[in-house]
């Protein structure tokens, strides 16, 4: 069965570098575009970073872009997200997404994911 597993959140202040990783599971990894999400206490769930299914692009929110690194390693099945420069803003539960054979830019104007994974808790203080 397919699983997406978040890892790497935790609580930090303002300034300091978080990694999460998304190690995937039962689905070819390499034919899906990857993609995260986070939804902060009394919003909606928003697109962050996305990676297309071949690799070779990348999309990012405009708040993130220069801080958030989106990367992927098809060895293992894992898609990551570098966070650098934390901001209070930046608190929310983060979600991996897999669409299958979708681009970068596709998966952030489209909400529907073919999977999702549970989400790992990202808070950050000022």
């Known amino acids: 069965q397919v699983q997406l597993a978040e890892s790497g959140g935790g609580l930090v202040q303002a300034g300091v570098s978080l990694k999460l990783s998304c190690t995937t599971s039962?689905?070819?990894?390499?034919?899906?575009?990857m993609g995260w999400f986070r939804q902060a206490p009394g919003k909606e769930r928003e697109f962050v970073a996305a990676i297309s299914w071949s690799g070779g692009s990348t999309y990012y929110v405009d708040s993130v872009k220069g801080r958030f690194t989106i990367s992927r390693d098809n060895a293992k099945n894992t898609v990551y997200l570098q966070m650098n420069n934390l901001k209070p803003e930046d608190t929310a539960v983060y979600y991996c997404?897999?669409?299958?054979?979708?681009?970068?830019?596709?998966?952030?104007?489209?909400?529907?994911?073919?999977?999702w994974g549970q989400g790992t808790q990202v808070t950050v203080s000022s």
């Open positions: 997404a897999a669409s299958r054979l979708t681009t970068a830019q596709t998966m952030g104007v489209r909400k529907q994911n073919d999977y």
């Open positions: 039962g689905l070819p990894f390499n034919r899906y575009g």
